[in-house]
């Protein structure tokens, strides 16, 4: 970036906002509203302790125990 130029208007970025870029396009996004956004082309990981959360353009998959309070919705089918 321009050190003449705020960084936050180079990226398109609010006030308080911070991002992390890649060359290949991939990127965290801190927001504004405690909001975190994580985008890639291929997949995005998610890893605490012995639980895993992956996404990628197949779908989601979960390794490790899934706790839900609420309800759940599904369309499609469910197979256990």
Do not use: C, F
Not at 66 to 77: R, S
Request: no cysteine.
């Amino acid at each position: 970036s321009d050190s003449r130029v705020p960084a936050n208007q180079i990226m398109g970025l609010a006030p308080g906002e911070v991002a992390l870029y890649d060359d290949s396009g991939s990127r965290v996004h801190l927001k504004a509203g405690g909001v975190v956004e994580a985008a890639a082309a291929t997949e995005v990981r998610v890893v605490v302790g012995g639980t895993t959360l992956v996404v990628t353009p197949a779908g989601v998959t979960i390794t490790g125990n899934l706790h839900v309070a609420g309800n759940i919705t599904a369309t499609g089918t469910i197979t256990p």
